[in-house]
């Protein structure tokens, strides 16, 4: 486990983390980025999250090449993954996920 760092926002009915900004390994990098690229927008502010190593990966936090498997949680180079529907599918799996696919 460790804790990374992203951006919040109220969205009216709970807050969402805006992880498509990007996650920083550190609350000075957050808060630089935060003042940096939305200087004038309010109701975005810094918090930290604990995740596990796998999630971290997943979120390609350290830019390396590999994605987890949505179907069988192993982790695969980036070249052996495709996304269907937004999920991360391995080559392996892809065969049985699109079978189940509705349609
Ligand atoms: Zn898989």
Redesign the pocket.
Known sequence: MKSIYGLMTDIGNGNELMYDLGLWETEEAAGAYLKQELGHASGIWVEALVINDALSDNLDLDGDEMAL?S??G?EYNEADIIIIDDQD??I??EPAFKENMPG
């Open positions: 498997c179907q069988c192993i599918v391995c392996n799996c």
